[in-house]
Structure formats: C-alpha cells, structure tokens
C-alpha cells in the first residue's frame, strides 16, 4: 500500500456513519506478505476452543492481566509495526507499540460471540486480516432496559443526523486488510463473528465499510454474497500492565 502523509492519512479510511473512530484499510500488506506470514504461524500453539482456534505471542496474559516482557516474534513485527508507526496508530498508548498479538483462526461456519475486549488493553486494536473474508458485527452494549431506551433514542437521533448506520451493523473485512477500533468504538460497542458459512445480502445499505471495501466487485457479481473461507485474523493489542521480572533475570545473565 501507499502510505499517506501522517496526519491526514488516516481520516481517508475512517468508516463515516459509525461510532468514532473506526478505521478500514484495504490492501494493507501484499499478498506475498500475507502469505509469507501464513506460513509462519507455528502449528503447534494453538488452542482448541469450540467454534475456533487461537494462539497469543509472545504469551497468554497471567490471571492479573499481566503481560511477561517478551519480544513478538520477527514474522509479526515486520512489516506490520512500522507500517502502524507511519499511520501513529499506537502513538498514544502507553508503550507507543503494540505488545501483544492475539492470532484467531476460523473456518467456515465458525465465529466469537459478541464481547468487548475490557480494560486489560490500552484502547486501540488494529486487526490484520489473512485467508477469508468475513463480516464483524457490530453491537451496543446492553445495559438497563430505560438506559437502552434513551441510549437508543440519542443513537438513533445521532447516526440518522450523520446519515450513519444503526446498531448492529456489519464492518466487512478482506484478506489483507487492516481494521482498527479505537476511542468511543472501543469502549462503547461490542463485536463478534456469526457462526455461519455465507455472508449475505451485503452491499452499501448493510455493510457500514462499504466504500472502503475494494473487492466490491466480486460480492456484486455474488448477488450480494461471500462464502466463508478460512480466516485468521492477527489482533495487536497494547497490554498496559507488563511484568519485566523474567527478562531482568535474563538480562542478568547476558550482562556477565
Ligand atoms: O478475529 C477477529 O477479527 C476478532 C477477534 C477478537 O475479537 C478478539 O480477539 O478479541
Ligand atoms: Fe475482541
């Protein structure tokens, strides 16, 4: 991809009628990227869950939340993080970087059940998308059914106003594509994956990224549909609390 200047680089890929802030780049890394990234994924890290696998680098978090100070490895950083750092995609987290990559695989007819991803992580994920497309869906949070009510009332008074779309909606996401979720978007609204193997009726009135989406063409060819395929996404997470207890003791050693 080309990478726009800085400060207005990322306002060309904003998902307008949304919640802020939502971001959808098409095309973000080349298919010899993606596929040189596919073929690095270790296949013994997974963990089986009923409706999909995941593997987490370098490590799953401690009960605490905690992250062990670990380098990612190579595969993940290059060329994906100086690629976030042009974009500042990470410029106001507490590590400027991201530490933690979340790596999920689904195959047809699998999903994730609607959640937010809390408060363990600095407010922005930037999700890299490999294989198979598939939809995002995108969720108010529920809360007390008046609370919902008047929620519901000034949502739908602010989206009809910018013309936006209303809850849920669907964020539609390519291979190679990189979809970030920061701000109001983060803490405010929740997402998940339908457990199905076709994604339908899609088009400019249902699918909130529309515009941005470059391989419209197909799906129009498609009546509308895309067929699931298999897609691992790669969520890069800024973990806030980060135990550097074992690497001191590593440094320990180098330094004799
Ligand atoms: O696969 C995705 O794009 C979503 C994954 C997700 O929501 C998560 O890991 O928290
Ligand atoms: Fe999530």
Request: aromatic share 8%.
């Amino acid at each position: 991809m080309t990478i726009p200047d800085k400060k207005h680089g990322l306002e060309a890929f904003r998902i307008a009628g949304l919640p802020p802030d939502f971001y959808y780049i098409p095309n973000f890394i080349t298919a010899e990227e993606e596929a040189s990234i596919l073929h690095k994924i270790p296949a013994q890290r997974w963990t089986h869950l009923t409706h999909r696998r995941l593997q987490a680098h370098p490590s799953t978090l401690t009960k605490n939340n905690t992250l062990l100070a670990a380098p990612l490895p190579v595969y993940l950083t290059r060329p994906i993080i100086p690629r976030f750092k042009e974009l500042s995609i990470f410029d106001n987290t507490p590590y400027q970087q991201p530490n933690h990559v979340l790596i999920n695989e689904y195959k047809p007819g699998e999903g994730i059940m609607p959640h937010e991803d809390g408060n363990a992580y600095a407010p922005v994920v930037a999700t890299v998308s490999l294989g198979g497309s598939l939809c995002l869906d995108i969720i108010a949070k529920p809360t007390s059914p008046e609370q919902t009510r008047d929620l519901e009332a000034d949502a739908t008074r602010l989206l009809q106003g910018l013309n936006g779309f209303t809850l849920p909606t669907r964020i539609f996401q390519e291979p190679r594509s990189l979809l970030i979720t920061t701000g109001d978007a983060y803490r405010d609204l929740m997402h998940g994956i339908e457990a199905i193997e076709i994604d339908e009726d899609l088009n400019a009135d249902t699918v909130a990224n529309w515009d941005l989406v470059a391989d419209r063409e197909s799906i129009e060819k498609n009546g509308g549909q895309s067929m699931r395929e298999t897609r691992i996404s790669l969520t890069y997470r800024d973990v806030l609390r980060v135990s550097s207890a074992a690497s001191k003791v590593l440094g320990g050693f180098g330094k004799r």
